[in-house]
């Protein structure tokens, strides 16, 4: 199983995929997110996103904050600025 993942600017969708991990730092502090992880509402903080793809390579990216949304597989990201 795999979760669908959005990364999302206010100007553009910065990156979409398929991922068996996602994580994140949020001002409660760092989260990691797996397949059929709790339904999820983070605010993040300054600093990286790494996203785990199914052919094991890692994407990752630095916001500016922002929020991270989980619920039935799929995580949607939403930052001011991104920087890949």
């Known amino acids: ?3 669908n ?3 999302v600017s206010p100007t553009e969708r910065v990156w979409s995929g398929q991922a068996t991990s996602v994580s994140a730092r949020t ?3 760092d989260i990691g997110v797996l397949t059929d992880h709790a339904p999820l509402f983070g605010v993040l903080v300054d600093g990286a996103v790494s996203s785990k793809g199914t052919d094991g390579t890692t994407t990752e990216f630095t916001v500016s904050g922002g929020f991270l949304s989980v619920a039935n ?3 949607s990201i939403l930052t001011e600025t991104v920087n890949r």
């Open 73 to 75: 597989n799929r995580v």
């Open 5 to 7: 993942v959005e990364l």
């Open 27 to 29: 001002v409660e502090g």
């Open 1 to 3: 199983m795999t979760l």
